[in-house]
């Protein structure tokens, strides 16, 4: 699965941005997708993630409330609505999708496809 971020930017606090990412190759293997962002000197963090049969949701407490993840399963584009940016959110945005291919016998094999991405910066 290859998958391909827009939308990052530089907005002033209170602001929103809308970042997507866009999959393609064996799409059919994707159980679920995400967004984990990256602020320098921290660790990469779950920003929020979302399955692909069910919809399901889930995000980080910090951004609970002002960010909303979404999917459209016919274009293979998942997207993050960001409102209400504060500074703390500046950090490079990375999109995963977690492949899960099934066999035979034996437990699956899963894998995990990352996007290239995308710098967000909120000023203060």
């Known amino acids: 699965v290859q998958l391909v971020e827009s939308g990052g930017g530089l907005v002033q606090a209170g602001g929103s941005l809308r970042l997507s990412c866009a999959a393609s190759g064996s799409t059919f293997s994707i159980n679920a997708m995400g967004w984990y962002r990256q602020a320098p000197g921290k660790q990469r963090e779950l920003v929020a993630s979302i399955t692909s049969s069910a919809g399901r949701t889930n995000y980080a407490d910090s951004v609970k409330g002002r960010f909303t993840i979404s999917r459209d399963n016919a274009k293979n584009t998942m997207y993050l609505q960001m409102n209400s940016l504060k500074p703390e959110d500046t950090a490079v945005y990375y999109c995963?999708?977690?492949?899960?291919?099934?066999?035979?016998?034996?437990?699956?094999?899963?894998?995990?496809?990352w996007g290239q991405g995308s710098q967000v910066t909120v000023s203060s």
């Open positions: 995963n999708a977690e492949q899960v291919y099934y066999k035979e016998y034996g437990p699956p094999i899963v894998l995990d496809s």
